[in-house]
């Protein structure tokens, strides 16, 4: 049986099956994705967690016990129609929510995923957690591709831009946008998403566009994310797709790095044409060699409080 928040403090542990709501990369007043989260759903079974996704309508995150040896949980991620191999807010988010009841006290986490284990390390200094995420892969879409692409999103007929599927958990088509007015302004066709994701093997499409540098000078980028087929046309804050994104900036040198001692955060914004402004923050992750190797996220969380 599946269990509705109890009507005490969110930050008093939950029982067994009981739903819990936080809303994550938070970026201004009422933004951040919501995540709906089972701290111990070992008595639920996949269709316990497929449907509560759907009563919800939105990704939502299941706790259970690890399968591999190194880990410390294992998470569950389903949006309303699929499971989903990984969820980068839903991550951050969950992990936050099990340091809020005590449940997570050391310095680092590995969490085991669909995807493969995921490393997480607690910042004390902001109350954020980080998350990792591997080494981005590219590909250049056909011409072809990306005029169904500029079709679907219902760019101007001329002067479609290159367009890039990238992944570090899941396919994403990253495609440049002019300038930020244009991004906010698309009106996709969403009839058409699905079809056209399953044709150029993505999970979704992400626009995106360079902004000015924040108040520290460090990069910033506007994005939107059209998902596949999850059961809802946008997504506010999508931290598998901002991995994607930074990666393949910084492999072109559009955005700047850093170094393991100084390292530099770029500020992945979005959901500000939902209403829901969203920041997700992304920096590299670094080997003992100082070469870059992937990258973490992370971003605001609070207890998601109705009304």
């Known amino acids: 049986m599946i269990e509705r928040q ?24 009422g933004g951040g994705n919501p995540v709906p989260l089972v701290a111990d759903a070992s008595a639920l079974s996949s269709q316990d967690m497929l449907r509560m996704a759907h009563a919800t309508g939105h990704e939502s995150a299941f706790v259970l016990k690890p399968v591999a040896r ?4 294992r998470f569950r ?3 309303p129609q699929h499971e989903m191999e990984m969820c980068g807010h839903a991550t951050v988010g969950t992990l936050w929510a099990l340091r809020q009841w005590g449940w997570w006290t050391s310095p680092t986490a590995c969490v085991e995923t669909l995807s493969g284990l995921v490393e997480a390390e607690w910042d004390e200094a902001s109350q954020r957690v980080w998350v990792s995420q591997p080494a ?4 250049t879409l056909k011409g072809e591709e990306a005029l169904r692409v500029g079709a679907v999103l219902r760019l101007p007929g001329t002067g479609i831009p290159a367009m890039t599927n990238a992944r570090t958990s899941r396919v994403k088509t990253l495609v440049p946008m002019h300038d930020v007015a244009s991004l906010q302004a698309l009106r996709p066709d969403f009839a058409a998403m699905e079809a056209l994701c399953a044709s ?41 797709a901002a991995a994607a994104l930074w990666g393949h ?22 959901g500000e044409a939902m209403g829901r402004p969203s920041a997700i923050a992304v920096r590299a992750r670094f080997d003992a060699a100082g070469a870059v190797i992937g990258c973490w996220l992370s971003g605001a969380v609070a207890w998601n409080r109705p009304g």
Not at 16 to 28: K, S, T
Not at 207 to 224: F, K, M, N, Q, S
């Open 6 to 29: 109890a009507s005490t403090s969110p930050a008093a542990p939950p029982s067994a099956g009981e739903l819990r709501q936080v809303d994550v990369f938070i970026g201004g007043h």
């Open 70 to 73: 190194r880990a410390d949980w």
């Open 77 to 79: 991620f389903f949006v």
């Open 200 to 240: 150029i093997d993505s999970t979704g499409l992400y626009p995106y566009a360079l902004d000015a540098p924040g108040a520290a000078g460090e990069p910033t980028v506007a994005a939107r994310q059209f998902p596949k087929a999850s059961g809802y046309p946008e997504d506010a804050a999508t931290g598998i």
């Open 249 to 270: 900036l910084a492999a072109q040198g559009s955005i700047a790095v850093g170094t393991a001692a100084a390292p530099v955060t770029c500020t992945v914004r979005q």
């Open 136 to 139: 981005v892969q590219v590909a």
